[in-house]
């Protein structure tokens, strides 16, 4: 297994590749958002790794980028794609689930998601 060097990285992606995202694209959203990332010349900048489920299964596919903390409801491999570029340029685009703003999480109602179960209850 691979140990890499993160340093001088400026966002890392968390791309779900659990049951329900796999099962609407989230390979080809996982490969499109590496391609970019390659097309880009970001190699040194973005890091990416697959993950199992993030807890968002109705919002599939998942996208978190750290360290800006936002979550990406990532329909299609376009929408991974801009996530990428979105990375670069810190524009929170409309496919933002969930923003970290002065340190909390705060749902974009702009986008259509789940709004899913209360942890505190």
């Known amino acids: 297994m691979t140990t890499w060097n993160l340093s001088g990285m400026k966002s890392h992606l ?10 609407k694209g989230a390979e080809n ?5 590496r391609d970019e990332i390659a097309e880009l010349g ?4 973005i890091h990416t790794t697959r993950t199992r489920c993030n807890g968002r299964c109705k919002d599939a596919c998942i996208v ?10 990532a329909s299609s491999a376009e929408i991974g794609r801009e996530i990428v570029r979105d990375c670069i340029e810190q524009q929170n685009i409309q496919h ?3 923003r970290t703003i002065n340190g909390n999480m705060m749902l974009n109602s702009e986008v259509a998601s789940t709004t899913g179960i209360d942890k505190n209850k």
């Open 64 to 73: 978190i980028a750290y360290p800006q903390g936002s979550w990406y409801k």
């Open 42 to 45: 970001m190699d040194e900048q």
């Open 29 to 33: 959203i996982t490969l499109a958002i």
């Open 14 to 23: 968390f791309i779900c590749n659990g049951s329900s995202c796999m099962r």
């Open 96 to 98: 933002t689930i969930y």
